[in-house]
């Protein structure tokens, strides 16, 4: 029970951490470079996972209501196995799924509210439009469960042009790895690995 709470505990405090950082110090889209292949970049999610959003603020909502839903889901299934003396992979699994779901869930509950400026949806245009500065506590954006997932961590490992014989996407411009995620999606993606990892050691001894 204490290694699971210490695990949610640490990454909460790490990823809110990180987050309030570059949302209180960066400019959205601004990027500061670690190294060739790292970079802090700073984005702002109003949807799903690699940036995917449907519905505008309607289905913000609906998709946070969802998001509630699921972590309520996965602190059932960590008390139960708690519960259950389950093997610490399992439960280390387990409890990082949950802090990064709930780590998340912080920033579209509340991020909205405390801070100033952030991603809104224009219904006329149709679109999410970003926003100049950089944000401060106070006013609030948006409502409760609109705000924004803060996105940094990207690692542009390699930079090129795809040979021409590739189908489609032939001598385009080429850069792995694309996607801008955060701690939270770390330790959820840690997690599943986890317990596929565990999943499989169960049928190899069975």
């Known amino acids: ?26 400019g959205y889209n601004h990027s500061e470079p670690i190294t060739s292949w790292f970079h802090i970049h700073f984005i ?20 946070s209501i969802a998001r509630l839903f699921a ?18 992979v399992q439960l280390t699994a387990i409890a990082l799924i ?6 998340n869930m912080i920033d579209s509950a509340f991020y909205g509210l405390i801070f100033d400026t952030g991603l ?13 500065g950089i944000s401060q506590v106070g006013g609030g954006y948006t409502g409760f469960l609109q705000g ?9 490992i390699y930079r090129g042009f795809l040979p021409d014989w590739v189908p489609f996407w032939g001598g385009e411009h ?4 694309r996607p801008i995620f955060n701690l939270a999606d770390s330790a959820i993606t840690v997690g599943v690995i986890l317990l596929l990892f565990f999943q499989r050691k169960k049928k190899v001894q069975a």
Request: proline share 2%; glycine share 12%.
């Open 174 to 177: 080429f850069v792995f790895f």
């Open 120 to 132: 809104v949806y224009n219904a006329e245009m149709g679109e999410w439009v970003s926003y100049t």
């Open 98 to 103: 949950f802090a990064g779901a709930v780590g």
């Open 44 to 63: 702002e999610n109003p949807g799903m996972a690699f940036g995917l959003e449907w519905g505008g603020n309607t289905g913000k909502i609906i998709l």
């Open 148 to 156: 924004n997932v803060v996105d940094m961590l990207y690692f542009p």
């Open 71 to 88: 972590i309520g889901g996965i602190f059932i299934w960590l008390k139960r196995s708690i519960a259950k003396n389950a093997g610490s």
């Open 1 to 26: 029970m204490k290694k699971s709470l210490l695990i949610v505990l640490a990454v909460l405090i790490a990823d809110q951490a990180l987050k309030l950082w570059v949302k209180t110090t960066m």
